[in-house]
C-alpha cells in the first residue's frame, strides 16, 4: 500500500493525487502552504502552524472553506492514515479551479490537500561542523508588494536565491532587504549572537514569521539569554560571536562561514550548542497527538 495523500476530503493514493491545470495554485501560485513536523506521534506547534496558515490566507483573500479544527483533522487524519510518528507534513490551500483570467472571483472553490511523508533530516554533519552559506545578490521582494509575512505558492524570490546558494555548494543563502539589511534565508530564519545578546531581524523588515524562530526566542527567555529583533547587516554576520539558522526542517543549525568569512572560530557556539539541546527536547515533550 503507497502513501496516502488528503486531496479534497478524500484520502487517495500518491497516483491518484492530480490537481486541475486549470488550479490558480499552479497558473499563478495563488495560494499558500505551510510546512510542519511531527515527532514521536505529535505534531509540534500545529495550531501556530494553523494559524499562519489562516492568516496568510486572510492576507491574500482566501476563503479556506473549512475551521481551523477541520483543518486540524485532515493533518492528523492523513499523518494516521500513513501510519506516520515522525513526519513531514506540507499542508496547501489554493485558489482552486478557476478560467485562464487572473480573478479569484472564477475560483468558487478552494483546493486543499496534505502530504505527510518521511522526513529528510539533514546531515549531522551539519550540526557538529556548521554550514557554509552564501549571501545572494536577489534581494527579497519588497514587503509593501507582496508581504513575505504571507506564506504563499509563489516562492520564486526565495528559488533564484536558491539557485544562487545551489551554484556555489552552499546548502543556504543569506537574502537581504533592498536597503541591505539581513531578512532572513531562503527557507530559514537567521540569529546572530553577540556579546551575549542574540538577535534576529524584526518581522517589519520583510520575512516570515518563523515558527521556529519564535521557538528559539521562547527558549532563549526561558534559559537567560537576552534576545532582541534588530536590524543588522552583512558585516554584524561576519563579526558576530555565534551564527545559526532556524526552520521547520533544520530545527536549528550553527553557521560556520558566510562569504568566505568564518564565524568567530568557525565552531558552533556555546549559545547555540545549547538551544539546539533546548529545542529538541522540546519537540520531544510537546505536540498534539496523533
Ligand atoms: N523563512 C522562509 C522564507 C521559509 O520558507 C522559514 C523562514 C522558517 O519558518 P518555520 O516556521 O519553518 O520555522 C521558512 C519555512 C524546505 C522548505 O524544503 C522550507 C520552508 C518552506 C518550504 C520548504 O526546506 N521554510
Known amino acids: 500500500m503507497g502513501l496516502k495523500i488528503y486531496l479534497d476530503g478524500k484520502l487517495v493514493e500518491k497516483d491518484e493525487a492530480k490537481i486541475s491545470v486549470f488550479d490558480h495554485g499552479l497558473l499563478y501560485g495563488d495560494g499558500v ?20 496558515l489562516f492568516n496568510s490566507a486572510k492576507a491574500i483573500s482566501l476563503d479556506c472553506a473549512i475551521s481551523v479544527d477541520q483543518m486540524e483533522d485532515i493533518v492528523l487524519k492523513t499523518l ?27 475560483c468558487p472553490k478552494p483546493t486543499i490537500f496534505c502530504i505527510t511523508d518521511k522526513i529528510k533530516l539533514y546531515p549531522e554533519e551539519f550540526y557538529q561542523d556548521g554550514l557554509t552559506i552564501v549571501t545572494a545578490s536577489t534581494r527579497k521582494n519588497i514587503p509593501e508588494a507582496v508581504s513575505p509575512r504571507i506564506k504563499s505558492l509563489n516562492y520564486l524570490n526565495n528559488i533564484l536565491a536558491k539557485i544562487e546558494a545551489t551554484l556555489q555548494n552552499a546548502p543556504e543563502a543569506i537574502m537581504l532587504t533592498k536597503d541591505g539589511y539581513v531578512a532572513e534565508c531562503t527557507g530559514d530564519n537567521v540569529f ?30 526561558k534559559n537567560g539569554i537576552l534576545c532582541r529583533e534588530e536590524v543588522f547587516t552583512r558585516y554584524d554576520l561576519f563579526t558576530a560571536d555565534e551564527c545559526f539558522l532556524t526552520g521547520t526542517a533544520a530545527e536549528v543549525v550553527p553557521v560556520a562561514r558566510i562569504d568566505g568569512r568564518l564565524i568567530s572560530n568557525g565552531q558552533p557556539g556555546k549559545t547555540t550548542l545549547k538551544l539546539i539541546a533546548e529545542f529538541r527536547k522540546l519537540t520531544l515533550s510537546e505536540g498534539v497527538e496523533i
Open 80 to 106: 494516521r492514515a500513513n501510519k506516520l510518528k515522525d513526519a513531514y507534513i506540507r499542508l496547501v490551500v489554493t485558489r482552486g479551479i478557476g478560467d485562464l483570467g487572473l480573478d479569484p472571483r472564477k
Open 192 to 221: 546572530i549572537l553577540k556579546d551575549n545578546v542574540l538577535k534576529t531581524p524584526p518581522t517589519y523588515l520583510g520575512a516570515l514569521e518563523g515558527v521556529t524562530q519564535r521557538v528559539v526566542m521562547e527558549l532563549a527567555a
Open 33 to 52: 502552504f505551510e510546512g510542519i513536523r511531527a515527532y514521536h506521534g505529535r505534531v509540534f506547534r500545529l495550531r501556530e502552524h494553523l494559524q499562519r
